[in-house]
C-alpha cells in the first residue's frame, strides 16, 4: 500500500529567521534609529543585540557575536565622509554568520551589498524619504536578505519608507523622546514587519 503524504506533512516548517514577532522587532528597530541619530553607540549595540536576537531568531550569544559586525558598520557609516566598503564588509560577516546558522539560502556579499545600498539611497533623499527610490531600496534588501522577487515584499518596503520619513521628521526637529513622530514611526515599522513575516513565512 502507497503511503499518502499530505501537502501538510510535506510542508517544511517555518525558520526562526521568518518567525519573528513584527511587534518587538519594530520596536527595537525605532529605538535602534534614536540611538544612531543620537550617536549612542554602547546603546546602539545592546539594542542590536535586541533587534538581531528577536528579528534573525538567534540565541543571546549568536546575536551578541553578530551585533558586534552589525555595530561597526554602522560606526563606517555613520560619519558624513563615511566608508561604504567597509559597512559593506561588516554586513557581510553578520549575513555569513546569520546564514551559517540557520542555512539559509542568499548571498551574504550581495545581501550585504542590498542592506547598505538602501542606507545610500536613505541618506541621499534625507528629508524626502516618501521618494519611490527609497521603497525601492528598501525592497532589494529585505528580497535579497530572504531570496524572494522585490514585489513579494514590495508592501513591507513602502511601509518602511513610511517609517523612514517620521524618522527623518524627527530627526529634523528638536528630537524629543517623547514626539509623536516616534509612535507614528513604531507604528509603520509594525506594519512593515508584519506585511515582511507574511510574505517571507
Known amino acids: 500500500m502507497l503511503t499518502t503524504i499530505t501537502?501538510?506533512?510535506?510542508?517544511?516548517?517555518?525558520?526562526?529567521?521568518?518567525?519573528?514577532?513584527?511587534?518587538?522587532?519594530?520596536?527595537?528597530?525605532?529605538?535602534?534609529?534614536?540611538?544612531?541619530?543620537?550617536?549612542?553607540?554602547?546603546?546602539?549595540?545592546?539594542?542590536?543585540?535586541?533587534?538581531?536576537?528577536?528579528?534573525?531568531?538567534?540565541s543571546l550569544f549568536q546575536a551578541i557575536r553578530a551585533?558586534?559586525?552589525?555595530?561597526?558598520a554602522q560606526l563606517a557609516f555613520a560619519p558624513q565622509a563615511n566608508d561604504v566598503p567597509k559597512a559593506i564588509e561588516f554586513?557581510?560577516?553578520?549575513?555569513?554568520?546569520?546564514k551559517a546558522i540557520h542555512h539559509e539560502d542568499f548571498d551574504p556579499i550581495?545581501?550585504?551589498?542590498?542592506?547598505?545600498?538602501?542606507?545610500?539611497?536613505?541618506?541621499?533623499?534625507f528629508g524626502h524619504s516618501d521618494r519611490p527610490e527609497v521603497t525601492?531600496?528598501?525592497?532589494?534588501?529585505?528580497?535579497?536578505?530572504?531570496?524572494?522577487?522585490?514585489?513579494?515584499?514590495?508592501?513591507?518596503?513602502?511601509?518602511?519608507?513610511?517609517?523612514?520619513?517620521?524618522?527623518d521628521a524627527w530627526v529634523g526637529s528638536a528630537r524629543n523622546p517623547d514626539s509623536p513622530l516616534l509612535a507614528k514611526e513604531e507604528a509603520a515599522l509594525i506594519k512593515s514587519y508584519t506585511a515582511l513575516k507574511k510574505a517571507v513565512s
Not at 551585533?67 to 561597526?72: L, S
Not at 530572504?146 to 513610511?162: C, F, G, H, K, M
Open 7 to 58: 501537502a501538510m506533512q510535506m510542508k517544511k516548517p517555518i525558520g526562526p529567521m521568518r518567525n519573528f514577532n513584527p511587534i518587538k522587532v519594530a520596536r527595537y528597530e525605532k529605538d535602534c534609529w534614536v540611538a544612531y541619530y543620537q550617536r549612542r553607540w554602547f546603546t546602539l549595540l545592546r539594542l542590536l543585540i535586541g533587534l538581531i536576537r528577536s528579528t534573525y531568531g538567534l
Open 67 to 72: 551585533a558586534f559586525p552589525a555595530t561597526r
Open 91 to 98: 554586513m557581510r560577516q553578520f549575513f555569513a554568520q546569520t
Open 110 to 125: 550581495e545581501a550585504a551589498r542590498a542592506e547598505v545600498s538602501w542606507w545610500v539611497v536613505h541618506r541621499k533623499f
Open 136 to 167: 525601492e531600496a528598501v525592497a532589494c534588501a529585505y528580497a535579497t536578505a530572504y531570496n524572494l522577487p522585490p514585489s513579494t515584499v514590495w508592501e513591507a518596503a513602502q511601509y518602511r519608507a513610511q517609517a523612514i520619513v517620521y524618522s
